[in-house]
């Protein structure tokens, strides 16, 4: 696939992409990641027994607030006028997992704020549990669907049903 890179102009510059053309429509995108961690560290968030206290509400509430703030932190994102992001947490063997979901009606996607409000709540869950395991390990971050705009719905292709 040869596409042209949407934020470099001619010259090599990097640029912001001009989307003032472009048709608002509602989209959203979904991301995930995990964080792997020890048994006592899990169960110690699962019990609510922190020694920084709500690990998973403090995530969420994190996760959120980095969704909103993407423009400061990725250079070249459009500032949005989010419509909603939710976070999301489900235990699995040995690790948490972080599910994001971010929505707009507007003219640019929400890819990357749905992917920093997972990035973002998984490091708060290691900020706040690292007294019980500081060797956790946060992956697997990634963006699993994407709605609206030109190029419609997209899935990743090993999660197609």
């Given at each position: 696939m040869n596409k042209s890179l949407t934020h470099v102009d001619s010259d090599g510059n990097a640029r912001m992409v001009d989307v003032g053309a472009k048709a608002e429509t509602q989209r959203l995108a979904i991301a995930s990641g995990?964080?792997?961690?020890?048994?006592?560290?899990?169960?110690?968030?699962?019990?609510?027994?922190?020694?920084?206290?709500?690990?998973?509400?403090?995530?969420?509430?994190?996760?959120?607030?980095?969704?909103?703030?993407?423009?400061?932190?990725?250079?070249?994102?459009?500032?949005?006028?989010?419509?909603?992001?939710?976070?999301?947490?489900?235990?699995?063997?040995?690790?948490i997992r972080a599910t994001a979901t971010a929505a707009i009606t507007g003219k640019t996607g929400v890819e990357m704020e749905a992917i920093t409000a997972v990035s973002v709540a998984l490091l708060t869950i290691y900020d706040?549990?690292?007294?019980?395991?500081?060797?956790?390990?946060i992956g697997e971050i990634r963006l699993i669907e994407k709605r609206g705009g030109k190029s419609g719905v997209w899935r990743a292709p090993d999660l197609e049903r």
């Open positions: 995990r964080i792997a961690m020890s048994a006592q560290a899990l169960e110690a968030i699962r019990a609510g027994n922190a020694p920084k206290g709500d690990v998973l509400g403090t995530a969420r509430i994190a996760g959120i607030m980095a969704g909103k703030k993407t423009s400061e932190l990725i250079p070249m994102c459009h500032p949005l006028a989010i419509d909603a992001i939710n976070v999301d947490f489900g235990f699995e063997e040995g690790a706040m549990a690292k007294a019980f395991d500081k060797g956790m390990v």
